[in-house]
């Protein structure tokens, strides 16, 4: 079957458990958010995934071959990072051509393509590029590669909203007219929520959850009320946080929800993607 298997993968540096026995597969032609706060994992979990980090414990595997110092595997990945990897004094016209010769399924003329629509201009050098038109260069190259398994480690760096929302239009028409397995690793997660298929959430190196978006979505609520009212409603019910103000309360939950069982001193309302994502992984 055409997807990556993540089982039992452990990584340590130090003393510091970055990834913890996590287990998950990720499936051809979806677009995946990958989610967590700072240092919870996300960065070292891509870099055992393609290659550049050898896991402690635990298998990785692409379409059922292991990624461990194997070039077949390895070519059907590609991870965009934060860092420029083209030399300084290339220009990128000529990092094109070069990431033709490393990436056979290179696609220029949709490199080309990308680059008009962000306004780059193809004769300036890579230490000529402000960090936003850096980030948009790495995007012209890693939706252009043709590999079918696509990492994109904080893709937005350096992008003012403008250019975020041409990223995000300019994602959703590369997936379908060429689609593949995207892995999206951001903290923009409102703006991206739409373009997700599936949801990944990572706490501290574990993985806390793994559902599609509309599942997750269709379980998340608030039920804001006076403290009695709420703290009465919670007596039946699981939450995952609460804020109080004053005499107020909000509770958040993740269950189905009968909103009709609900009493009606108690306000419900929907939680978006990214209140969910602060209330999961909150202290």
């Known amino acids: 079957m055409q997807k990556i298997e993540i089982t039992g993968v ?4 130090g003393q510091v458990r970055a990834v913890n026995d996590m287990s998950l597969s990720l499936e051809q032609n979806k677009i995946y958010g990958l989610l967590g706060r700072n240092g ?9 995934i393609t290659g550049r980090v050898f896991p402690d414990a635990g298998s990785i595997t692409v379409e059922g071959e292991s990624v461990m110092e194997n070039d077949r595997a390895m070519g059907k990945l590609y991870l965009m990072g934060e860092s420029n990897y083209y030399p300084e004094g290339m220009r990128l016209q000529t990092a094109f051509h070069w990431a033709g010769k490393f990436y056979p399924a290179f696609d220029r ?17 890579v230490k000529e590029l402000s960090t936003g038109m850096s980030t948009m260069f790495r995007l012209c190259i890693s939706l252009s590669t043709g590999a079918p398994y696509i990492f994109l480690d904080e893709p937005v ?3 003012d909203a403008v250019h975020r929302d041409l990223f995000y239009r300019l994602l959703a028409e590369q997936f379908e007219r060429h689609p593949a397995c995207y892995v999206i690793s951001t903290h923009l997660i409102e703006e991206l929520t739409g373009l997700l298929e599936e949801v990944i959430i990572i706490r501290e190196g574990e993985l806390l959850l793994h559902e599609t978006t509309e599942a997750l979505l269709e379980r998340g609520y608030t039920i804001t009320g006076s403290a009695g009212a709420v703290d009465a409603f ?30 009606e001193a108690l306000e419900v ?15």
């Open 157 to 159: 760096l350096g992008l």
């Open 40 to 48: 919870a994992g996300k960065s070292t979990l891509l870099n055992m």
């Open 10 to 13: 452990s990584k340590t540096f």
């Open 269 to 283: 309302t929907k939680l978006n993607l990214q209140q969910l994502f602060v209330q999961l992984t909150k202290e």
């Open 109 to 125: 003329e949709n490199a080309e393509y990308l680059a008009e629509k962000f306004g780059l201009n193809l004769k300036k050098k």
């Open 234 to 263: 919670l007596e039946d019910h699981s939450c995952i946080g609460t804020d109080s103000l004053g005499g107020l309360k909000s509770a958040y939950i993740l269950e189905k929800l009968d909103r009709n069982r609900v009493p």
